[in-house]
């Protein structure tokens, strides 16, 4: 064949798709934290990560839910709306920055989806823990995400994988009202001076 089908190229990106959350489930072992999905869809995805994390909370970001029943997120966890009204405050209602993001949002307008991947990605990172992972079906730019290997059997372009780089001492978020700060600046120690007598 001289190209690729549509379907060859289904399969190809679904398989990926299935091998980066199974993989980014291993990455995230060890850490605390709700899983995201942006993009709900028929709710395939959601469905394969309710497999994958089952004591984890799994909120849903959609447009629509138009899913299949069996697959349609309780209403604490199905959050309803454009990306770009519901996903600036969202972290309000999550309560805590998730472990692991998955995006599936891409559609056949290439210009829309690329513009929306631009806008997502910081907002990803806003809702993502210092070292979780992120998996998604479109490329994403942001600080803050760096790009880390796929599994063995997908090929580069057809999914894409970032961890979120841990947060720089200095950017630490402040410690609470009422709590003594602790300076760990070092100051130089002038001597002292000697009274004179007089
Ligand atoms: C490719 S489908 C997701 C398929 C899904 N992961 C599955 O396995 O069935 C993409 C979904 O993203 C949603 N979506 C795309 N852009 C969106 C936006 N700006 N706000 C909210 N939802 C959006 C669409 O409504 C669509 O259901």
Redesign the pocket.
């Known amino acids: 064949m001289s190209r690729e089908s549509r379907l060859e190229s289904f399969i190809h990106r679904i398989t990926a798709?299935r091998a980066c959350l199974n993989y980014a489930a291993l990455l995230v072992r060890g850490q605390g934290g709700p899983v995201i999905?942006?993009?709900?869809?028929?709710?395939?995805?959601?469905?394969?990560l309710r497999l994958l994390f089952p004591d984890r909370d799994i909120f849903v970001?959609?447009?629509?839910i138009?899913?299949?029943p069996d697959?349609v997120p309780d209403a604490r966890h199905a959050i309803v709306?454009?990306?770009?009204?519901?996903m600036p405050n969202a972290l309000a209602r999550i309560g805590r920055r998730a472990a692991f993001i998955?995006g599936?949002?891409?559609?056949a307008d290439k210009v829309?989806?690329a513009a929306?991947a631009r806008w997502l990605g910081p907002r990803i990172v806003a809702l993502a823990a210092p070292g979780a992972i992120v998996a998604t079906?479109q490329v994403l730019t942001a600080p803050g995400l760096e790009p880390i290997p796929l599994p063995a059997a997908v090929s580069a372009g057809r999914y894409f994988m970032y961890r979120v780089k841990p947060v720089p001492v200095r950017n630490r978020p402040t410690p609470a009202r009422g709590r003594r700060r602790v300076s760990t600046r070092v100051r130089a120690v002038r001597p002292r001076r000697r009274r004179r007598r007089s």
């Open positions: 798709q999905e942006l993009g709900l869809g028929n709710g395939r995805t959601y469905d394969h970001f959609e447009r629509r138009e899913a299949h697959c709306g454009d990306f770009r009204v519901t998955h599936d949002f891409g559609s829309k989806t929306l079906d």
